[in-house]
Structures are given as structure tokens and as C-alpha cells.
């Protein structure tokens, strides 16, 4: 992995300081090396839970975008940051006269306060991991629109959280983004998957709706339940976006950001919806 330009320190020290802060699992090449059924859980989560499916249920809602692992790599090659592809941050911005006029196809993150939206950021940008991405244990520690540029790919925002601890012009900030921003191609709704759906979700989900701009679903913290637990937040989730949704992606995506977990699908899931990459095998897609 390149390293930035630091003259403070000798070359050498600074890129292996940064190696050591490369978590083991950041790369999907390094994952491989594991045990067959553990490499499967990384790369396609559902995998695990398909035991807890009654065989009635129709899997392929499950499997829509389903990529071979060398379109993962492909994808995960545009998460390493060089000279010529940079990624770092931008800015954060409180309103939309402070977001910055950027051309790259753009998605963005919400969800409710403390639904992990930091953290996942962290594990996409893992493999370059001096970008700082603020996480914090405190919900509602993101108080304004986080922008992060890779490169001349696309752009990923982190939004404030909605609920208990959002910021008190929340709507003001969030809905005209939203509504206007011309290059958001996706905007992806998080939900804690070891909760399920709560109130806040759902009037999440309106919103998203009465937008009718295209939106993904993505389950976070998969780790923190029992797989029986997931399952049952999983298909009352398919069952709202199925009775209530039209602007939703029929498939949720789910990751642990702790484990990696679901980390290179929704990798090669932005670099696809962005234009970045072209999958070998667009059947499924």
C-alpha cells in the first residue's frame, strides 16, 4: 500500500507504523487464506443464516447481487489509496451551501444514532488507514455531513444519525441533501441489525420513499445477536420493504464491521453502483 508523503519521519518507519494499523482482515486477499466455510461467511453473510430459512422462502431475494470474488477484488483495489487515486477527507459540512461541488458519482450513509454508520466507513477505508474517520461510542457524535473523496471514483458521506441524539436542524441539513444533491447516486439506510426495525427506522424509510430516489438497506452489528435473532429482524425487514417500499433494493446487506464481515460485498456493491467497476457476471446484479 503506498504511503503518503510525511517528512516529519523517515520514510520506512512511517509506512510499517501504518501496516501495523492495517487490521488482518482489511484485505479480501488475506481473508482468503482462511478456512473455506469461514471465507464464505466474510464474503456473503446470508450464507450463514440460510439454516434458519424455512426451505419455503425464496433465497434468490437474498442473492440478488451476488458477485464472483474476483469482482470484489477488482473492487477492492479502488479502496487502496495511491498518488494518482487519493483518498482522504474532504469536508464536513452543516449545510448544503457548505458542501462542496465535487462531479464524482457520490453515495451516502444514514441511519439512527449509534447504528454503527463511523464505523462501517472505517472498514471500507481500512486498507488506507490514514484516513480518519471519527468513531465514537457516544450516539449522535456525527453532527455534520462527512465528506471522503476516493479519488476521482466517487465520494462517500457519512450523515448525522437520526433519533434519540440527532443534531437539532437535522432535518434542515439531511433532506435538502437529499432531495438535490445530483450526483448522489445511492443512499444506503442502516439498521442495527441486532435490534431490528425500530420507530425511527421506519419513519426513515418514509422518508426515503417520498424521496423516490434509489436506496439500499444494509443490516450493521450481525455479530452481536444470535443468527435465529438476525433472521427474525431480516424477514420483518424484507416485509416492510415488500409491502412498503418502491424506491428500495430488494436485497438487504449485511455486515459486521468489527468482524469484516460483509465488508468487500458492499465494497464491490459501491464501485459497482458508481460506475466504477463493470462486473464479470451481470446476471445476478
Known amino acids: 500500500m503506498p504511503c503518503p ?4 519521519q523517515p520514510r520506512t518507519l512511517i509506512c510499517t507504523a501504518l501496516w501495523r494499523r492495517v487490521h488482518k482482515l482489511a484485505s479480501l486477499q488475506k481473508a482468503s487464506t482462511l478456512p473455506p466455510k469461514k471465507v464464505q461467511s466474510l464474503l456473503y453473510p446470508f450464507s450463514d443464516l440460510e439454516p434458519y430459512l424455512d426451505r419455503s422462502v425464496d433465497r434468490a431475494q437474498f442473492q440478488f447481487f451476488h458477485p464472483t470474488v474476483e469482482d470484489m477484488l477488482t473492487a477492492e483495489k479502488l479502496f487502496y489509496s495511491s498518488p494518482s487515486h487519493k483518498i482522504d477527507y474532504c469536508i464536513s459540512a452543516e449545510r448544503m451551501d457548505h458542501v462542496p461541488a465535487l462531479k464524482q458519482p ?17 472498514s471500507l477505508f ?4 490514514e484516513v480518519e474517520v471519527r468513531v465514537s461510542k457516544t450516539p449522535g457524535h456525527t453532527k455534520k455531513m462527512n465528506f471522503f473523496r476516493v479519488g476521482k471514483s466517487f465520494t462517500i458521506v457519512d450523515m448525522p444519525g437520526y433519533g434519540h441524539k440527532a443534531p437539532k436542524d437535522f432535518v434542515d441539513m439531511v433532506e435538502p441533501y437529499l432531495y438535490t444533491r445530483k450526483n ?8 442495527d441489525g441486532s435490534v431490528g426495525l425500530q420507530k425511527a427506522d421506519l419513519v426513515a424509510f418514509e422518508m426515503c420513499e417520498e424521496m423516490r430516489r434509489p ?11 444470535r443468527p435465529g435473532t438476525l433472521m427474525a429482524h431480516l424477514l420483518h425487514l424484507q416485509d416492510v420493504v415488500k409491502t412498503q417500499a418502491t424506491s428500495c433494493f430488494p436485497q438487504p446487506f449485511l455486515v459486521s464491521s468489527l468482524q469484516f464481515g460483509g465488508i468487500y460485498l458492499l465494497r464491490c456493491l459501491i464501485a459497482h ?6 462486473l464479470l457476471d451481470t446476471a445476478q446484479s
Open 5 to 8: 508523503k510525511l517528512w516529519l
Open 273 to 278: 453502483l458508481t460506475g466504477s467497476i463493470r
Open 106 to 122: 457520490e453515495v451516502c450513509f444514514i441511519g439512527r444514532s449509534n447504528v454503527g454508520k463511523s464505523s462501517l466507513i472505517k
Open 126 to 129: 481500512s486498507l488506507t488507514p
Open 184 to 191: 448522489l447516486v445511492r443512499t444506503f439506510l442502516l439498521v
Open 215 to 225: 436506496y439500499v438497506v444494509v443490516l450493521t452489528k450481525i455479530d452481536k445477536c
